[in-house]
T-cell receptor, first 117, second 112 residues
Framework: QQQVKQSPQSLIVQKGGIPIINCAYE??????FPWYQQFPGKGPALLIA?????SEKKEGRFTISFNKSAKQFSLHIMDSQPGDSATYFC????????????????FGSGTKLNVKP | GAVVSQHPSRVICKSGTSVKIECRSL??????MFWYRQFPKQSLMLMAT?????????EQGVEKDKFLINHASLTLSTLTVTSAHPEDSSFYIC????????FGPGTRLLVL
């Protein structure tokens, strides 16, 4: 069973547009939801993360919206730039799992974003 | 943010040899580290969870005798690909959990 579902698979926007990437999770025990940005040939870099006790978090041009009842969260990139072109991954998991086998995070399948100049 | 390093960044080896990849957390102690494999244009595939002082936990379908993991200290985990074959060629990425997970820069392995 896929724990985290991410959509769309790819996205093309014009410079200045607001791409939105959506994720849905299954496990209500998850309490930490990070987003990662990955450029080709590089490891994923943490962008922003949210806890389920808030519905929105902003860091610079990146905003996470969180809907606990729907078990969904999304990433919005304001005023997108060509330099934002990358693959974005959402993830979900337990920040501090009591059991070691609950320690891992589950990742979405990724969204390849292309911001055209 | 937290820094995780990997070494080497790229390695080319002959089929049948073993390759060791190191993952270090540079500014925090990590009792848990993770090893991922990533194929081109695909998501991260978790291979195993490395716990300091205990045996690694492997995901279903990952051969533990093929991919040896050692987490000898709170800042170092190693992945050894034993008797590497061309199908083992991939991008291997480690991460350390603070939380959240911080990823290393990845190691590109090419087996000839």
């Amino acid at each position: 069973q896929q724990q985290v579902k991410q959509s769309p698979q790819s996205l093309i926007v014009q410079k200045g547009g607001i791409p939105i990437i959506n994720c849905a999770y299954e496990n209500t025990a998850f309490d930490y939801f990070p987003w990662y940005q990955q450029f080709p040939g590089k490891g994923p870099a943490l962008l922003i993360a949210i806890r389920p006790d808030v519905s929105e978090k902003k860091e610079g041009r990146f905003t996470i919206s969180f809907n606990k009842s729907a078990k969904q969260f999304s990433l919005h990139i304001m005023d997108s730039q060509p330099g934002d072109s990358a693959t974005y991954f959402c993830a979900a998991g337990q920040a501090y799992a009591r059991r070691k086998d609950f320690n891992k995070f589950y990742f979405g399948s990724g969204t390849k974003l292309n911001v055209k100049p | 943010g937290a820094v995780v390093s990997q070494h080497p960044s790229r390695v080319i080896c002959k089929s049948g040899t073993s390759v060791k990849i190191e993952c270090r957390s540079l500014d925090f102690q990590a009792t848990t580290m993770f090893w991922y494999r990533q194929f081109p244009k695909q998501s991260l595939m978790l291979m195993a969870t490395s716990n300091e002082g205990s045996k690694a936990t492997y995901e279903q379908g990952v051969e533990k005798d093929k991919f040896l993991i050692n987490h000898a200290s709170l800042t170092l985990s190693t992945l050894t690909v034993t008797s590497a074959h061309p199908e083992d060629s991939s991008f291997y990425i480690c991460s350390a959990k603070r939380p959240p997970q911080y990823f290393g820069p990845g190691t590109r392995l090419l087996v000839l």
